[in-house]
């Protein structure tokens, strides 16, 4: 089965979720509006990019499902929800009904662990149909080397559930601590047996970024359970880690393939040449060109069905 382990959808009405103003005024999210052709922050928004991005799956053969990803809110180290810094946030009901009325749809669910009711909302998620749980440290405020996560992590172990966790860069979203972009944090949870998916395999999206790829390098080969996902090496600062990852056998072992859908797919040109990279640049789905790139690029058959093997979902 092929998945897409890292897609994500906004949502701006009660009971589904909100963008704030800062985020909207942001770069990428105005490029979005462009290209999606959205206006305002209501539900009428929330509705035409939903179904832009369940057409854009029906318009993706080569997938056979993707993990669309809640997002939980700012937490406070006193386990208390923080508006004020919470610039996005897709509730796990949302995306539960989005994985309910579409046949490409897995749920991603979202949580953060400084939440009091941390454990429990693990456990309401995977009895809903979660396949793993998405994590953003640099915008959702917290650190994942904390001992607040470590019961949280022994939840996730005990019920087999795998933790997609942002490593590196992070230009979309504001960021409030860029230091918990290092992988090394995530130690904890591996040594407690969560499977883990450092998303972005530690790299960074801008130059004053700390680069974490050879982080991420040491911990494929340390922990038999630690994964990295492809989303985003489609963009121009983080071309880079395709000369380490296709270099070292172990992790190319470790790859699963993630788009980090709206974001937009651009073909290493020093790879893959001018005309190729500008015949790619004309597929309008994107989605489908982040796949099309990758398969230019020559990822194997593994690849592509590593990332049900690793959930456990299965046709």
């Known amino acids: ?28 999210f105005r490029f979005m509006r462009w290209k999606f052709g959205l206006e305002g922050l ?26 669309v990803l809640a997002f939980d809110a700012v937490h406070a180290p006193d386990g208390q929800a923080d508006w004020a810094n919470t610039h996005l946030y897709v509730t796990n009901d949302y995306v539960i009904n989005l994985a309910a009325g579409h046949r490409k749809v897995l749920f991603g669910a979202s949580v953060h662990p400084y939440r009091e009711d941390a454990v429990a909302e693990l456990e309401r998620c995977i009895a809903a149909g979660a396949v793993l749980v998405k994590w953003l440290p640099i915008t959702q405020n917290f650190n994942p080397g904390d001992e607040r996560c470590f019961g949280f992590y022994e939840a996730m172990a005990h019920h087999g559930i795998t933790l997609l966790c942002h490593t590196g860069g992070e230009t979309s979203l504001p960021q409030l601590d860029r230091a918990t972009a290092d992988p ?8 407690r047996g969560v499977k883990v998916i450092m998303a972005h395999c530690g790299t960074r999206s801008r130059p004053d970024d700390v680069d974490y790829l050879d982080s991420f390098v040491r911990l494929c080969h340390e922990y038999e ?11 121009p600062m983080r071309w880079c880690a395709y000369d380490a990852i296709f270099a070292d056998e172990v992790v190319r072992s470790k790859l699963v393939h993630g788009s980090d859908w709206p974001i937009l797919p651009i073909p290493p040109v020093r790879r893959l040449g001018l005309g190729e990279s500008l015949e790619l640049m004309a597929e309008e789905n994107w989605l489908r060109r982040d796949i099309l790139i990758k398969h230019r690029l020559g990822f194997d058959h593994a690849y592509w069905h590593r990332a049900g093997e690793v959930l456990g979902v299965r046709e």
Request: glycine residues 4%; aromatic residues 2%.
């Open 225 to 235: 359970h630690a994964y990295g996902d492809t989303s985003a090496l489609n963009l």
């Open 42 to 67: 209501d539900a009428d928004t929330e509705s035409v990019l939903r179904d832009r991005l369940l057409t854009t799956l029906d318009q993706t053969p080569e997938l056979d499902a993707a993990v």
């Open 1 to 28: 089965m092929i998945l897409d382990v890292h897609v994500h959808i906004a949502a701006c009405s009660p009971g589904h979720g909100l963008m704030s103003a800062r985020l909207d005024r942001s770069l990428p």
């Open 184 to 191: 090394m944090l995530l130690v904890p949870a591996l040594q």
